[in-house]
C-alpha cells in the first residue's frame, strides 16, 4: 500500500509570496495515496529536514514528495533525508515549484498555484510507482588527463601529480606554456610572467607523475566517470623525440620561412621550429606547411632536406606520421584556455590596415626582452619610439552588437600594466586611455590603478573612439569624452586595442567530443554558478582556468588547484556508486531483435543466448542484457524496442504515464 | 466533468506538457527561473533524461487525455548528453508530426525543439509563442477519450506493470 508523504515548501518568500503553500499542502491532502501533506518555511533546513523524518516514522509513509526547487539543485539533500528516515533514497520525487512556477509566474497567483498543485499530483503520481533501487559500483582508473598546457592544464597536473597520481596533459602546439608564456608582465605586481611560469613547467616535465603528450590533439572521448577511454591523435612532429638532443642546429640553417604566431606575427620564423627559447619539451617540429621540403613534395619534387644533413643525431624524420592511440583515464580536467577576439569587425579602428594599431598581445611581444625588438617599445611601421599612445578597452567587450556581452575582467588592469610598463620604458611618452568603466576587483589591483593615474600621469578618459585613421606618419584617434561632454582629438604614434577574451574557435566541437555543456558564446558550463564552479553536468569532467570563462592568473590557479582538488577526491576511491537509474530488459518480452544493441551508445546491451523450456522441450534462443555498470540510462532503448521488453529505472513507462494522467486528469 | 469536448474557446486557457531532458532543456527552464522570465503559466514540464526516452506513445497518451498541447525539448543536435539520443528523437518526432497531422492534430500543438541548458531566454519564447498558437487553435478535440478517466482506471491501464 502506498503511503505518500507531501511536503511543500514556502522557500522564504521565494515560492511562498506566489505560490498557496498551504492550499497545495490542503489539496493534496484529498489526492489518492497521500496520507499526510503539510507546508513549511524552508524544507531543505536542519528543521525541515527533521519535519520530514519525523513525518515518515509517525505516519508510516513509505513514499515522500518535497515540492520546492529544481531537483538539479535539492535532490541529493532530500534523497538523503528521505534515507535517514529509513526508507530507500529513490522513493523520493520533487516536483519544481519554484524555478518552474513562483518564479516565472510572478502576480499570478492564482494560476501559479494551479500549477504547483498540479506538478505535486504529477510527482504523487510517480513516486507510487517507484521502486526500491540500488547503486551499484564501478572501478576506478587511477589517472587523471589534463587538457590544455597553460598555466590552468600546468597547475592542475601539478597538484593532482604532487598528490601521488599519474596525469597526463595533452597540449596541441608543440610545447606547454600557454597565453602566460607570451606575456611579459603580470599586474598587478609586475612579476615577469616567464620567470614565475617556466619553473612551473620544468617542474611539470620533470615530475615523476606527470606526462606530456604535446602536438597532439584530442579525437574522442568514450566511456563515463572513473573509466574514460581517450584516443588521442599524436601529430607527426617529424623530428624522432627520443634522438634529438634539442641542439638547435636545424632551426638556424633551415631556410624555410613563416609567420611566428609565438610572436604575434611580428617577425619570422624558420620552418622547423620550437614556438619559443623556453620551450617545453625543448625539441623542434616541423610545420609542414611552410617547410620548402613538404611544399616542394606537393608538386612531385623533393627539395631541400637541410635539416636532415645537419642533424647530428639523425633525429629527422619526414616519413613519421600521425599516431593515433587510446589511453585510459578516470577524470579529466578541461583547461583549453581561450582565444583572441578578431577587432577586423571594428573597421573603424583600422586593425590590420594600419600596422601601428596592435592588440593587447602584440604589444606583450614588443615589450618582452626576448620578443622580436628585445623589449625596446617602438612602432612596427618604422621601429620608431612611439610619443604617444592610445589605449582603448573594451574592444570586443561589453559590446553585443558587434562583440559579446560580458566584460572580458582582464582588460581593465593589463591595459594599466601595459600603460604603466610604456611609462616605464620610455618617460617621456604620453599615454591615453579610453575606458568605459574601470573595473579592478582584486587583491591590490585599485590600488595599482590609482598608481597608474597619479605615479606614473597616464591619463585616463571616459568615452568611446569612434575612429581611428592614418594621417602621414601618425594616427588620429576621434573620440569623445563623455564626462566632459566634448569630442576629443588625438595624435598617436602607436593605438593598442584592449581585446575581448573568447573561446577558443573549436570550443564547441570540443565541448561535444568530452560530453559537457558550452554556452552561447562558447564557454564551457560549470554545474552550478555559485556551487560547483570547477564541476560539469558530466561527471568526471572538470574545468580549469579561462576555458570556462574570462578570467585572470590568480583565479585560474585558483580554480585549477579546485578541480585538482575534485580530481583527487574522484581518484581516490577504490570504486564509485553507479547511478541505479539504468535500461533494464524482461527476458520474457524480448524477441532478440537486437534493436536495442544498435541505439545504445555506449555498448552496454548484448545479446546473449538463454535455455528455456516451452511445450515440455528445452530451447534456446537469444535475448538482449544491459550491462549496468556501462549504462548510463538515457533511455534510447525503451523506445526503439519495438515489444516494451526495455524499460528504464526511475524513468520507467509507467512512471512517466501515471504523470501524464495525472496531470490530464484535471482537464476532462 | 463533460464528456464532450470543450466547444466554447473564449477564455480559453490551454494546458501544455513539456517534456524536457534532464541536461538542456530542463536546466535552460530552471535558468528561465533563476533568471525570473515570465511566461505563461500553462505550460507543465516533465523530466526526462534524454528526450530519446521520451515514447510517442507518451504523446499521444497525452491528447487522448484531453492535453491541447505537447513540446518535446531536448539538447541540440551534437550537444547530446548521451551523445546520440537527440538524433532519434529528431527522426522519430519528424516522422509523428506528420502522423499527428494526418490524424487531425495542427503541428503548432506537437512541437519538437532544441533549447540549450544556457538558453532560459529560448525556453522563455518558445513555450510563450506555443501556448499563443494554441490559444488560438482553441482546445484539442482529436484522439480525445469520450469516457471520464478516474484514477483507478489508469491504474490499471499503466502498461508493464
Not at chain 1, 506538478?119 to 503520481?125: D, E, P, Q, S
Not at chain 1, 528445452?618 to 534510447?636: E, F, M, P, W, Y
Not at chain 2, 490524424?103 to 522563455?124: A, L, M, N, Y
Request: aromatic share 8%.
Amino acid at each position: 500500500m502506498e503511503r505518500v508523504g507531501v511536503f511543500v515548501c514556502h522557500c522564504g518568500s521565494n515560492i511562498g509570496s506566489v505560490v498557496d503553500c498551504a492550499k497545495v499542502a490542503e489539496e493534496l491532502r484529498n489526492y489518492p495515496n497521500v496520507v499526510h501533506s503539510v507546508d513549511y518555511k524552508y524544507m531543505c533546513s536542519e528543521p525541515g529536514q527533521n519535519l520530514i523524518k519525523e513525518a515518515v516514522k509517525e505516519h508510516n509513509l513509505n513514499r515522500v514528495v518535497v515540492c520546492s526547487c529544481s531537483p538539479r539543485m535539492h535532490e541529493n539533500t532530500f534523497r538523503a533525508c528521505v534515507a535517514q528516515a529509513g526508507l530507500n533514497p529513490y522513493m523520493f520525487e520533487m516536483a519544481n515549484i519554484r524555478e518552474h512556477c513562483s518564479w516565472v509566474h510572478a502576480g499570478h497567483n492564482e494560476e501559479a498555484t494551479a500549477k504547483a498543485i498540479d506538478l505535486a499530483k504529477m510527482a504523487v503520481a510517480k513516486v507510487c510507482k517507484n521502486k526500491e533501487l540500488k547503486k551499484g559500483h564501478s572501478p576506478v582508473t587511477k589517472r587523471a588527463l589534463v587538457v590544455g598546457g597553460g598555466i590552468a592544464g600546468i597547475q592542475a597536473a601539478l597538484d593532482i601529480a604532487n598528490n601521488g597520481y599519474q596525469v597526463d596533459i595533452l597540449e596541441r602546439t608543440p610545447s606547454i606554456g600557454g597565453k602566460m608564456a607570451q606575456i611579459d608582465k603580470t599586474f598587478p605586481t609586475i612579476d615577469c610572467s616567464a620567470c614565475i611560469l617556466t619553473p612551473r613547467m620544468v617542474e611539470a616535465s620533470s615530475h615523476p607523475n606527470i606526462k606530456l603528450i604535446t602536438f597532439a590533439e584530442l579525437e574522442k572521448v568514450e566511456g563515463y566517470v572513473g573509466n574514460f577511454d581517450v584516443t588521442i591523435r599524436s601529430k607527426a612532429r617529424s623530428v624522432d623525440m627520443s634522438k634529438c638532443t634539442g641542439c638547435g642546429t636545424c632551426m638556424t640553417k633551415c631556410p624555410g620561412k613563416a609567420d611566428d604566431e609565438f610572436n604575434m606575427n611580428l617577425q619570422k620564423r624558420p620552418a622547423i621550429y620550437t614556438p619559443f627559447p623556453q620551450a617545453i619539451p625543448n625539441k623542434p617540429v616541423i610545420d609542414r606547411e611552410s617547410c620548402l621540403k613538404f611544399k616542394s613534395r606537393k608538386d612531385g619534387k623533393d627539395v631541400c632536406g637541410i635539416c636532415a644533413k645537419v642533424c647530428p643525431a639523425g633525429a629527422i624524420d619526414y616519413e613519421q606520421e600521425d599516431e593515433i592511440f587510446v589511453e585510459h583515464y578516470g577524470a579529466i580536467v578541461m583547461a583549453t584556455g581561450y582565444d583572441q577576439f578578431d577587432h577586423s569587425v571594428y573597421g573603424e579602428y583600422g586593425y590590420g590596415k594600419y600596422p601601428d594599431v596592435i592588440s593587447g598581445l602584440h604589444f606583450e611581444r614588443l615589450v618582452n626582452a626576448s620578443g622580436p625588438t628585445m623589449g625596446h617599445i617602438v612602432r612596427p611601421s618604422d621601429h620608431k619610439e612611439p610619443k604617444t599612445v592610445v589605449m582603448v578597452k573594451c574592444v570586443g567587450s561589453r559590446d553585443p552588437e558587434h562583440g559579446k556581452s560580458y566584460c572580458s575582467r582582464t582588460c581593465c588592469m593589463y591595459s594599466a600594466k601595459q600603460a604603466t610598463l610604456i611609462r616605464d620604458h620610455c618617460p617621456d611618452t604620453k599615454v591615453y586611455i579610453f575606458y568605459m568603466d574601470v573595473r579592478t576587483p582584486g587583491k591590490g589591483y585599485d590600488e595599482f590603478y590609482n598608481r597608474t593615474r597619479e605615479e606614473y600621469g597616464v591619463e585616463y578618459i571616459r568615452g568611446r573612439v569612434s575612429k581611428i585613421y592614418q594621417d602621414g606618419e601618425q594616427l588620429i584617434v576621434k573620440g569623445e569624452d563623455s564626462l566632459l561632454g566634448r569630442p576629443v582629438e588625438i595624435l598617436a604614434d602607436m593605438v593598442i586595442l584592449a581585446d575581448a577574451m573568447i573561446p577558443q574557435n573549436d570550443a564547441a566541437k570540443m565541448a561535444q567530443i568530452v560530453g559537457i555543456g558550452y554556452d552561447n558564446d562558447g564557454w564551457f558550463t560549470e554545474a552550478h554558478a555559485k556551487l560547483g564552479p570547477v564541476e560539469t553536468h558530466t561527471a568526471g569532467i572538470f574545468l580549469a582556468g579561462a576555458c570556462q570563462g574570462p578570467k585572470d592568473i590568480p583565479d585560474t590557479v585558483a580554480q585549477a588547484g579546485a578541480a585538482a582538488v575534485k580530481v583527487c577526491g574522484l581518484l581516490s576511491k577504490d570504486q564509485l556508486e553507479t547511478d541505479p537509474c539504468t535500461s533494464e530488459i524482461d527476458p520474457a518480452l524480448c524477441a532478440g531483435c537486437g534493436h536495442c544493441v544498435g541505439v545504445c551508445p555506449y555498448k552496454a546491451i548484448s545479446l546473449e543466448t538463454i535455455e528455456e523450456r516451452k511445450a515440455g522441450k528445452t530451447i534456446s534462443r537469444q535475448v538482449a542484457k544491459v550491462n549496468a555498470s556501462l549504462c548510463q540510462g538515457c533511455g534510447a532503448c525503451t523506445v526503439t524496442c519495438r515489444s516494451s521488453a526495455a524499460n528504464l529505472n526511475h524513468f520507467t513507462n509507467a512512471q512517466i504515464l501515471a504523470e501524464v494522467d495525472a496531470l490530464c486528469q484535471t482537464i476532462l | 466533468m463533460s464528456n464532450n469536448p470543450v466547444e466554447k474557446t473564449e477564455n480559453f486557457e490551454p494546458k501544455i506538457l513539456v517534456f524536457a531532458c534532464n541536461w538542456c532543456t530542463y536546466a535552460g527552464a530552471d535558468l528561465a527561473g533563476v533568471s525570473r522570465l515570465q511566461y505563461p503559466p500553462n505550460v507543465r514540464v516533465l523530466r526526462v533524461p534524454c528526450s530519446c526516452r521520451v515514447n510517442p506513445q507518451f504523446v499521444v497518451r497525452a491528447f487522448q487525455r484531453g492535453i491541447d498541447g505537447v513540446l518535446v525539448a531536448g539538447c541540440h543536435p551534437g550537444d547530446c548528453h548521451y551523445t546520440t539520443g537527440n538524433y532519434y528523437t529528431r527522426r522519430r518526432f519528424l516522422l509523428m508530426t506528420r502522423m499527428l497531422e494526418y490524424v487531425g492534430i495542427d503541428s503548432g500543438r506537437f512541437q519538437t525543439r532544441w533549447i540549450s541548458g544556457s538558453e532560459g531566454p529560448k525556453f522563455q519564447e518558445v513555450v510563450t509563442e506555443m501556448t499563443e498558437i494554441i490559444r488560438q487553435l482553441g482546445p484539442n478535440q482529436k484522439l480525445r477519450d469520450d469516457v471520464t478517466i478516474e484514477m483507478q482506471d489508469f491504474e490499471e491501464e499503466a502498461v508493464n506493470e
